[in-house]
């Protein structure tokens, strides 16, 4: 065992049910077991927040805070989670939290080894990929949870995808408003219309160089326990990237489309075309059959092995780098047979794994392998 990126030690304050905890780690992966609602998945998310976006659950700021809003309204810092960091043999230190402003607002702050810092700055050092219990049903749900687990596997690798989304949204209900208006000013709108083309084509061409890789990594997986997919990214600008149009042609191209369906967008009250529309489609390959139409543990399957398939990309791209793991209810619909495959396959890794169940016995083929830690009474 390797790992090139792990966490040496964890604090949480006033996090969630975590008053403070605070872990001292060795490089192995970590296991932390207990009963429901004792609060193992709370320390994942709070690994989380050293990715861009709102972590694993999507929650407001002062929602992560001990006891809720109410409770934290007397805290300065709502809540703070702090990390010690081994990133190819260097000692990094990173910390995140909520603030009050003297607005009487609150704000999230983040620090890199003691000095301010942006989401980027943090998602660069702390590369991270995770599967929760609620992706289970990823492949039967709606197009837009693919979308958001594709976008979530983009980020980890180029964080500026989150910011490009971002912009692009913004300027997507900025141009819906404009359009609700009689007599809107068209000069503006062709403007509107402009930005989200350029976000937009941004956005599709991380989308597709993910998926590239992704496609590389998942061929030279092995065939054993999680079966290999096939993955399309089904949406107009994906497709242009994939056809290796230029960039600047996709965008001029989606920009006129915009301007097309003015009347249209503004009579159905949302646009219909976009990268907002796009979806991810899977297929378990060896049986040439549609992932929705799979059983649940062959999805489950399905999806551990797009996970480690991700991983291993992360880790081989000179622009990106080893991720940490983080698996809630890893133990969920796997036998004992898999479960020692995936445990394999994390102390492959190069980043450190995270995992979650309600029985330190679940972890059991790891032996010494792995660190457990009992959370809660």
């Known amino acids: 065992m390797s790992h090139r990126l792990y966490c040496t030690r964890l604090t949480l304050t006033d996090f969630r049910n975590h008053a403070a905890l605070d872990l001292d780690l060795d ?37 992560l805070a001990r006891g809720g809003e109410a409770a934290a309204a007397d805290r300065p810092r709502p809540w703070s989670v702090a990390a010690r960091l081994q990133v190819e043999g260097e000692t990094m230190q990173l910390g995140v939290g909520a603030e009050r402003t003297p607005e009487g607002g609150t704000k999230r702050i983040a620090r890199l080894n003691g000095e301010s810092a942006t989401p980027g700055d943090l998602a660069a050092v702390a590369r991270m990929t995770w599967v929760i219990p609620a992706m289970d049903r990823l492949f039967a749900g709606p197009p837009a949870d693919r979308r958001r687990f594709f976008d979530r596997m983009t980020i980890a690798r180029a964080p500026e995808h989150g910011v490009q989304a971002a912009a692009y949204e913004r300027a997507m209900r900025e141009r819906q408003r404009l359009l609700s208006e009689p007599g809107y000013d068209a000069q503006w709108l062709a403007g509107l219309e402009r930005e989200m083309a350029g976000h937009g084509a941004a956005i599709a061409a991380a989308r597709v160089e993910t998926l590239e890789l992704l496609r590389r990594a998942i061929a030279q997986r092995p065939d054993g326990a999680f079966p ?34 003015r009347a249209r967008d503004a ?111």
């Open 27 to 63: 490089g192995r992966p970590v296991c932390l077991y207990g009963a429901n609602g004792a609060g193992k998945t709370n320390i994942l998310e709070a690994l989380t927040m050293f990715a861009p976006g709102r972590g694993l659950r999507g929650a407001g700021l002062l929602d």
């Open 228 to 261: 290999k997919a096939d993955i399309v990214l089904e949406g107009a600008l994906e497709e242009q990237f994939l056809a290796h149009e230029k960039s600047f042609d996709v965008e001029d191209r989606f920009a006129r489309a915009l301007h097309d369906a």
């Open 267 to 377: 009579a159905i009250g949302r646009a219909l075309a976009g990268p907002h529309r796009s979806d991810l489609t899977v297929r378990h390959q060896a049986k040439d059959m549609p992932a929705e139409h799979c059983s649940t543990g062959e999805q489950k399957a399905l999806l551990l092995g797009l996970f480690l398939a991700h991983a291993r990309a992360l880790a081989d791209d000179p622009g990106a780098g080893p991720a940490l793991l983080l698996i809630d209810e890893a133990a969920a619909h796997l036998d004992a047979e898999r479960r020692a495959a995936l445990f394999d396959e994390l102390l492959a890794n190069p980043g450190q794994a995270w995992l979650t169940g309600t029985d330190a016995n679940l972890f059991e083929a790891f032996g010494d392998r792995a660190q457990l830690f009992r959370i809660g009474a």
